[in-house]
């Protein structure tokens, strides 16, 4: 009589995520408090009323807070991790240990404060059909990982040994750093990205705050200052009003800096990529902390992009395409900054190659520039036709100029097309498809052959009269189009791609 395994018991996240909903509550509740004091400021109760609402508010939400920790359990099972949660309508979804790619874990500021982490369970399914967890306490949420980690590996060599294989024990080589920034990189790269975001934040905070700021007597009072002391303005003469619009681009400039400055550091800092026995881990964050692992075989392509000013200076992002999503994206960034020399080695460890000197590059059809630049610019012609008919019958003085202001953007918009032609290119090597575009900013898309899905060619009306097609190739997780391909260039693509995915295996390829 064989004694059966004991049945795994549901657990519990840790007690303190009740405390984050508390505090998260307190935070929603700053607002409705700040509406109600200031708009009964004038009644005498106004600071009463608020302080009643915002403990409403942080006791209803610290309740259901409690309510969704109670009901929220999981269970490591012997073949799966199962996880329960809901409180008026109960969910449960099960994963099996082989199906999860890897596990991630996330700190935000709240939960970083009380030493908890959200634990992601990455399926590749993508988006919100990833499973979590939060929040466990930093040991728990390390030790669940290493927990799933090793269940995977179990299934995946119980597996092998099915098909007769045998896997050896092999010791895992230590961590090879890839690329990190450093204060230094980061305050370069804070340089090149100036936003002007916070303005937009204070324009809408100024108009939220005019309901009980009278901030419209404000600058009738300040306008009734100026038209006092005209004279005395105008006495100080054109110099004032230059040396003022030269301090206004300072202001704009400093802030716009500064902007961007904070966002690099809170979003980037100590970020860091390796080389790992399981594949590429990237860890970055200074209030937000992530903790990210992409095996190498999920990686379906790479992304070099860059932006006009930066490209001036040698500078370029690389993102990995995967089969899960990055804050919504589809993209892993993991060199948001970086020189091309530090990007080779970086592709080089996913399997992935720069363009040779010699590769064989192929423009778009010259019949898809001119149709391309005929559609950007009719837009223009048919304003200039609508707006000078209307100059014509009501201002015959205008004709010209509502004529000619379209009629140049119409040759703008046609030279930019075919400029833009030019550093449109594609080329093929023996395991590659590599795209890129772009004139002021080029980007580039490298896919390996064997891991694209499908190759397909579609033609619109237009396209089937001149000649030309759009290759759409079946990329997990991305796209991957190559627009105005001559025809018989598009089938030779296809024929190639379809060549090479008819020729693998992929019974063969490694999956872990």
Do not use: C
Not at 72 to 100: C, F
Not at 207 to 221: M, N, R, S, T, V
Not at 314 to 336: C, E, I, K, M, T
Not at 483 to 502: D, F, M
């Amino acid at each position: 009589m064989t004694a059966t395994a004991p049945k795994a018991q549901p657990q519990r996240t840790a007690p303190l995520s009740v405390a984050i909903g508390l505090l998260s509550s307190a935070q929603n509740a700053i607002v409705p408090i700040a509406l109600v004091a200031f708009s009964n400021s004038g009644r005498g109760y106004g600071i009463l009323a608020a302080l009643g609402i915002g403990a409403a508010i942080i006791v209803i939400g610290s309740f259901f807070s409690y309510l969704r920790w109670r009901r929220l359990t999981y269970t490591i099972g012997a073949q799966d991790i199962r996880v329960e949660s809901g409180v008026l309508s109960r969910a449960a979804r099960s994963v099996p240990y082989e199906r999860i790619q890897d596990v991630s874990l996330e700190q935000k500021l709240l939960p970083r404060l009380f030493g908890l982490v959200a634990v992601k369970f990455e399926t590749g399914a993508g988006g919100g059909d990833d499973l979590s967890l939060a929040y466990l306490t930093e040991d728990a949420g390390e030790e669940l990982r290493q927990l799933i980690r090793e269940r995977r590996d179990a299934q995946v060599a119980e597996a092998s040994e099915a098909r007769g294989e045998t896997p050896g024990t092999v010791e895992e080589p230590a961590a090879e750093t890839l690329f990190a920034m450093g204060p230094e990189r980061l305050f370069t790269f804070g340089l090149f990205e100036f936003s002007l975001a916070v303005f937009a934040v204070l324009a809408g905070l100024a108009q939220y705050a005019d309901g009980f700021i009278e901030i419209g007597d404000a600058i009738d009072l300040a306008g009734s200052w100026f038209s006092d002391r005209g004279e005395e303005v105008a006495a100080l003469g054109a110099t004032l009003q230059i040396l003022s619009a030269l301090a206004g681009l300072f202001v704009v400039f400093i802030v716009g800096s500064a902007t961007g400055m904070i966002r690099v550091f809170t979003r980037e800092w100590n970020f860091l990529l390796e080389r790992t026995a399981r594949g590429f881990r990237r860890r970055r964050g200074l209030f937000t902390r992530t903790d990210v692992v992409m095996p190498i075989h999920r990686v379906q392509g790479v992304m070099i992009g860059t932006r006009a000013l930066r490209y001036r200076f040698g500078w370029h992002n690389l993102r990995f395409v995967s089969l899960a999503q990055d804050a919504g994206s589809s993209s892993h960034v993991v060199a948001p900054f970086a020189r091309m020399e530090e990007i080779r080695p970086i592709i080089a460890a996913a399997g992935f190659d720069l363009p040779r000197e010699d590769a064989d590059w192929h423009r778009a059809s010259k019949r898809y520039r001119t149709d391309s630049a005929i559609v950007d610019s009719s837009i223009f012609i048919l304003t200039a036709i609508a707006t000078g008919t209307v100059a014509l019958l009501i201002a015959p003085e205008w004709l010209l100029f509502a004529v000619l202001i379209p009629l140049v953007l119409a040759a703008i918009a046609a030279g930019a097309n075919m400029l833009a032609w030019r550093f449109q290119r594609h080329a093929l090597d023996p395991s590659q498809v590599i795209v890129t575009k772009g004139v002021l900013s080029p980007r580039s898309q490298i896919a390996t052959r064997l891991k694209l899905h499908s190759a397909e060619i579609v033609q619109g009306p237009v396209a089937r009269l001149r000649g030309y097609a759009t290759v759409h190739l079946g990329l997990a997780g991305g796209e991957l189009a190559i627009p105005g391909v001559p025809l018989e260039r598009a089938r030779e693509v296809r024929r190639e791609v379809l060549e090479t995915i008819a020729a693998t295996d992929f019974s063969d390829l490694e999956t872990a």
